[in-house]
């Protein structure tokens, strides 16, 4: 664990220049809200679904940049379900098997009990034509006012090295706001829980297979998820005890969001520019798979939505990736 006696500490054993570059930091989180600006006039934001069942409505948008991979941004609202519900249920490793099944097995490799940050190794299962994938993951939850702001990105982690198989994702950014919002029943009650996501990440795999499964399978996904997130807050009623890694979930970082923008705008938004240049000059790649969530895509292609034919062409392609 990080910042234990008995497992050490990689933040503690790093430098601070290290811990800068390798564990989550603010600079991700404020990545985060930048990409999450509606009206941010250099992004243009593709409507892709707008969906609503009896518990839950779905947006979602792609933005898809000159260079680097398809950015996707979904604005979810749960009924009935409170923030800290949803915060534990994205970041509960040992429960989310039972609703993903990409996910073949994962391991904790450290965590802060300081800072509540974590690195998480996860192997996920992938169509028959390619590899299995495997993931090296930092993440880190933040706090303002009703606000969680949730990171989790591929980090680099020497103590595990590469290896042919499976193949490692690492270029991977997944992160969220959850907050209170007001049920659609028109009670006036805060008791819906609005989860606005950005995701982007490469696997290695064309750009125009990811995009048809992207659509094919996105929908399918989320309904997997919302009921992943209903049979968790079943089994909480049941089971009061909650899994480390839920725990964990628990141990944020409170920010002064007001403070902070009255006191070190300037300096803020000098810091998010460069942090985002950084980003865009790192995602330069010649094909990329984006997946929502790190789901839809796979349902997609799992599910058989995709034609045979560009599954075998895709397959020849990737044989050897």
């Known amino acids: 664990?990080?910042?234990?006696?008995?497992?050490?500490?990689?933040?503690c054993r790093a430098s601070e220049t290290v811990r800068e570059q390798e564990i989550v930091t603010?600079?991700?989180?404020?990545?985060?809200?930048?990409?999450?600006?509606?009206?941010?006039?250099?992004r243009e934001w593709q409507s892709m679904m707008d969906k609503t069942t009896p518990n839950m409505?779905?947006?979602?948008?792609?933005?898809?940049?000159?260079?680097?991979?398809?950015?996707?941004?979904?604005?979810?609202?749960?009924?009935?379900?409170?923030?800290?519900?949803?915060?534990?249920?994205?970041?509960?490793?040992?429960?989310?098997p039972k609703w993903d099944f990409m996910l073949a097995n994962f391991k904790t490799l450290d965590d802060d009990t300081r800072t509540g940050t974590m690195i998480v190794h996860w192997r996920k299962k992938f169509p028959f034509f390619c590899s299995d994938r495997e993931y090296i993951i930092g993440r880190?939850?933040?706090?303002?006012?009703?606000k969680y702001y949730c990171v989790t990105k591929g980090v680099p982690y020497p103590a595990l090295p590469k290896r042919d198989k499976p193949r490692r994702v690492e270029l991977y950014f997944s992160s969220w706001v959850i907050r209170a919002v007001e049920s659609r029943k028109g009670d006036g009650q805060s008791s819906a829980c609005e989860v606005s996501l950005v995701h982007y990440e490469d696997m290695g795999i064309p750009k125009d297979v990811a995009k048809l499964g992207v659509r094919h399978?996105?929908?399918?996904?989320?309904?997997?998820?919302?009921?992943?997130?209903?049979?968790?807050?079943?089994?909480?009623?049941?089971?009061?005890?909650?899994?480390?890694?839920?725990?964990?979930?628990?141990?944020t970082t409170v920010l002064n969001m007001d403070s902070t923008e009255s006191s070190?705008?300037?300096?803020?938004?000098?810091?998010?520019?460069?942090?985002?240049?950084?980003?865009?000059?790192?995602?330069?790649?010649?094909?990329?798979?984006?997946?929502?969530?790190?789901?839809?895509?796979?349902?997609?292609?799992?599910?058989g939505v995709i034609g045979k034919a560009l599954l075998a062409g895709a397959g020849q392609r990737l044989a050897r990736r």
Not at 70 to 80: K, L, M, N, P, Q
Not at 274 to 302: E, F, I, P, S, T
């Open 26 to 42: 603010e600079n991700d989180q404020e990545h985060l809200l930048q990409l999450l600006e509606v009206g941010n006039a250099t």
């Open 217 to 251: 399978g996105m929908w399918g996904a989320v309904k997997k998820l919302n009921s992943g997130l209903r049979a968790y807050q079943t089994a909480r009623k049941s089971d009061s005890s909650l899994s480390r890694i839920a725990q964990m979930a628990r141990i």
């Open 1 to 11: 664990m990080l910042g234990s006696e008995r497992n050490g500490s990689l933040i």
């Open 57 to 96: 409505t779905y947006q979602a948008w792609r933005h898809e940049p000159e260079t680097g991979p398809v950015v996707y941004r979904s604005r979810t609202i749960f009924e009935d379900a409170s923030p800290d519900i949803v915060r534990d249920f994205f970041w509960d490793d040992e429960f989310r």
């Open 264 to 303: 070190t705008e300037d300096e803020d938004r000098s810091r998010a520019m460069g942090y985002a240049r950084r980003q865009r000059d790192n995602l330069r790649m010649d094909w990329k798979w984006v997946v929502v969530g790190g789901v839809a895509l796979a349902c997609g292609l799992h599910t």
């Open 140 to 146: 880190r939850i933040w706090e303002s006012g009703n």
